[in-house]
């Protein structure tokens, strides 16, 4: 069954470093998503992307995230300079489409632990 | 802003017995989907159900809406030490919105 994949699962850096966490979304899907949860709180909506640009973002992705798809595969979420509150569950998520009743695949998520 | 919020926080039952979750949220909705997570792990999609069902039924979960109390419950029944995690519900308020997910129930069943 073709599933998202992430890598890193689990990614340490220092403070002010930059780090990219990278996703591959289903073959066929168009529609990705970032969502982060940290410890103990809610799954919380990052940023979708749709036709390579972003569809919509919430109040967290601030200047310091950025999205690409780099290439047909791969779809990254950056982080310029990292910040202690940054440490969270990062999961990628992909769609068929954007309908409200397309299914949200997600990944297994890459932990960022900032130091 | 709409908000699901699940309860109770955390469940703990002994195998075989049934498991009832409830979701509450606050405004409007195109669906509401519940998710599982294991501990540390990615979230698995159990079940979607949009606003003009009631019910529906997959394998051993039934979720249940009720858009005038704005509530929807997840019963796991014949529960096993397998069904152990957090489940989450996600609401969806329009066809492309993005899902907002509750703080989520922790399931302990204990064999």
């Known amino acids: 069954e073709p599933e998202v994949t992430q890598t890193p699962s689990h990614q340490v850096t220092q403070m002010g470093q930059e780090v990219i966490l990278r996703c591959v979304p289903i073959?066929?899907?168009?529609?990705f998503y970032w969502y982060r949860q940290i410890l103990g709180q809610k799954v919380e909506f990052l940023v979708s992307?749709?036709?390579?640009?972003?569809?919509?973002k919430s109040e967290i992705f601030d200047d310091q995230f950025s999205v690409e798809r780099p290439d047909g595969s791969n779809f990254t979420l950056k982080i310029r300079s990292t910040k202690l509150e940054d440490s969270a569950m990062y999961f990628c998520?992909?769609?068929?489409?954007?309908?409200?009743?397309?299914?949200?695949?997600f990944g297994p998520g890459t932990r960022l632990t900032v130091l | 802003s709409q908000q699901g919020e699940e309860d109770p926080q955390a469940l703990s039952i002994q195998e075989g017995e049934n498991a009832t979750m409830n979701c509450s949220y606050k405004?409007?909705?195109?669906?509401l989907q519940w998710y599982r997570q294991n501990s540390g792990r990615g979230l698995v999609h159990l079940i979607l159900?949009?606003?003009?069902?009631r019910e529906k039924h997959s394998g051993r979960l039934r979720v249940t809406l009720d858009t005038s109390k704005k509530s929807s419950s997840l019963l796991i029944t014949a529960s096993r030490a397998a069904d152990t995690a957090s489940y989450f519900c996600?609401?969806?308020?329009?066809?492309?919105?993005?899902?907002?997910f509750g703080k989520g129930t922790r399931l302990s069943v204990i064999a």
């Open positions: 073959s066929n899907h168009l529609y």
């Open positions: 998520a992909s769609s068929e489409s954007l309908a409200g009743y397309s299914e949200q695949f």
């Open positions: 405004t409007s909705i195109n669906n």
């Open positions: 996600a609401t969806r308020n329009s066809g492309n919105t993005p899902l907002v």
């Open positions: 159900i949009r606003s003009n069902e």
């Open positions: 992307f749709y036709n390579n640009e972003i569809s919509e």
